[in-house]
């Protein structure tokens, strides 16, 4: 069976989190990775300073995964050892956005393949516009809460997870270790594909949304109820609709992903070795 027919035949999540694993171990030769991360739009150079990239796999030869939908979205399951220790991290460049219509254990494959891996932690980024005018492109902000507009959940039946901190306080102290300055935000995720009207950013705002995009929230249910602590970091790659001047583009967003890259990825990795050794 394929994978995508894996996916689309009935078979559980949780079991098939459990095979992706399986061929992770087999493919990178890595037991147990403590720490996944998931590029978002901006951050695909993040993995190159964290350390020794120990092997690279083709995320569609993992099952469950799919090729991606979007240029600048690389589709590469990473497995990197943290320079000064012995710890590994998995670098999930493959996500797979609920707007491409494959349902949401699409969505959440990637984050429950982390935890089957062993990762006990897992930092979700992504590209995003901003509510804030005083928040312009090639700024990071942390997640500190989301508002999840999907009208969807990642979990299936009566699964009851607490969503109370998180967006782990621990780990956003850790952020702020190695950058004091960095703000906090509340993200509201959107269905997308289409960016949102300036009345709906207005929305937002009021709903008390600090940041809007296309990812994150989702997968930081499914990791929670995965067990895993989890930390988010957003890139403003442009002004939300109706908050700066100019009209959205996708050209700005890679745009903002190449002139902060080199930044954001330092920064990611500081965040990185100072999560493992907070252990
Ligand atoms: I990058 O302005 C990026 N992703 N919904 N709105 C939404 N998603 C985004 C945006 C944005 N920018």
Same mark, same amino acid.
């Given at each position: 069976?394929?994978?995508?027919?894996?996916?689309a035949a009935?078979i @559980?999540?949780?079991?098939?989190a459990?095979d992706?694993?399986?061929?992770?171990?087999?493919?990178?030769?890595?037991?147990?990775?403590?720490?996944?991360?998931?590029?978002?739009?901006?951050?695909? =150079?993040a $993995?190159?300073?964290?350390?020794?990239?120990?092997?690279?796999?083709?995320?569609?030869?993992?099952?469950?995964?799919?090729?991606?939908?979007?240029?600048?979205?690389?589709?590469?399951?990473?497995?990197?050892?943290?320079?000064?220790?012995?710890?590994?991290?998995?670098?999930?460049?493959?996500?797979?956005?609920?707007?491409?219509?494959?349902?949401?254990?699409?969505?959440?494959?990637?984050?429950r393949? *982390?935890? *089957?891996? =062993?990762?006990?932690?897992v930092?979700?980024?992504?590209?995003c516009?901003?509510?804030?005018?005083?928040w312009?492109?090639?700024?990071?902000?942390?997640?500190?809460?989301?508002?999840n507009l999907?009208?969807?959940?990642?979990?299936?039946?009566a699964?009851?997870? @607490?969503?109370t901190?998180?967006?782990?306080?621990?780990l956003? $102290?850790?952020?702020?270790e190695?950058?004091?300055t960095?703000?906090?935000g509340?993200? $509201?995720?959107?269905t997308?594909?289409?960016?949102?009207?300036?009345?709906?950013?207005?929305? *937002?705002?009021?709903?008390g949304?600090?940041?809007v995009g296309?990812?994150?929230?989702?997968?930081?249910?499914?990791?929670?109820?995965? =067990?895993?602590?989890?930390?988010?970091?957003?890139?403003?790659?442009n002004?939300? $609709?109706?908050?700066?001047?100019?009209?959205?583009?996708?050209?700005?967003?890679l745009?903002?992903?190449?002139?902060?890259?080199?930044?954001?990825?330092?920064?990611?990795?500081a965040v990185?070795?100072?999560?493992?050794?907070?252990?």
């Open positions: 069976m394929s994978d995508s027919a894996a996916l009935d @559980d999540p949780l079991d098939l459990a992706a694993a399986r061929v992770v171990r087999e493919r990178t030769g890595v037991p147990t990775h403590e720490v996944a991360l998931v590029l978002g739009s901006g951050w695909s =150079g $993995a190159d300073l964290l350390g020794e990239v120990v092997a690279t796999v083709p995320a569609h030869e993992v099952p469950g995964f799919r090729p991606p939908a979007v240029a600048g979205h690389v589709a590469t399951i990473r497995s990197i050892r943290l320079a000064g220790c012995q710890a590994h991290a998995l670098v999930l460049g493959a996500r797979t956005h609920y707007y491409e219509g494959h349902g949401v254990r699409a969505v959440a494959h990637a984050v393949t *982390a935890a *089957a891996c =062993g990762a006990r932690t930092v979700l980024t992504n590209g516009g901003s509510v804030n005018p005083a312009g492109p090639g700024q990071v902000v942390l997640l500190r809460d989301h508002i999907t009208a969807a959940s990642p979990l299936e039946g699964t009851f997870v @607490d969503l901190d998180l967006y782990s306080s621990r956003r $102290a850790i952020a702020h190695v950058d004091p960095l703000p906090e509340v993200y $509201a995720q959107f997308g594909p289409h960016y949102e009207t300036p009345a709906e950013v207005r929305m *937002a705002g009021i709903l949304a600090d940041l296309m990812s994150t929230a989702l997968e930081a249910i499914a990791a929670r109820h995965a =067990g895993m602590e989890v930390l988010g970091m957003s890139l403003v790659t002004l939300a $609709a109706g908050v700066g001047q100019s009209a959205l583009s996708h050209e700005e967003v745009e903002a992903g190449r002139d902060n890259g080199e930044r954001i990825s330092k920064l990611l990795a990185v070795g100072r999560i493992i050794s907070s252990r």
